[in-house]
């Protein structure tokens, strides 16, 4: 069974810091795409990040452009999620997920079949 497991979430300040990580066993896809999505309270699960496997190439929602950064470690199956300039409305419960035989990053959820628990991050002001 594919696994996915995020981790690094916490409670940080405005204007710091953190990294997630995701973790992955189970599967040995050629091609895939890894996001990032975040659910907050109350709201819709929103894609964040997005890198190919194949490629590299990433996508970034408007809203965390130039603040975050994705990245893999591939022959580990790690990706990471570097967060930047937290703003408070960042704060958000935040998944991991692949989608396999995909090529291009995406943060539609619906491309995605794999999801991993999600870990808290919450910016105080």
């Known amino acids: 069974d594919v696994q996915l497991q995020a981790s690094g979430g916490g409670l940080v300040q405005t204007g710091g810091s953190l990294r997630l990580s995701c973790a992955a066993s189970g599967f040995s896809f050629d091609q895939y795409v890894i996001g990032w999505f975040r659910q907050a309270p109350g709201k819709e699960r929103e894609g964040v990040s997005s890198i190919s496997s194949s490629d590299g190439n990433t996508y970034y929602t408007d809203s965390v452009k130039g603040r975050f950064t994705i990245s893999s470690d591939k022959a580990k199956k790690m990706w990471y999620l570097q967060m930047n300039s937290l703003k408070v409305e960042d704060t958000a419960d935040y998944y991991c997920?692949?989608?396999?035989?995909?090529?291009?990053?995406?943060?539609?959820?619906?491309?995605?079949?794999?999801w991993g628990q999600g870990t808290l991050v919450t910016v105080s002001s």
């Open positions: 997920a692949v989608a396999p035989f995909v090529t291009s990053p995406s943060v539609s959820r619906w491309v995605y079949n794999y």
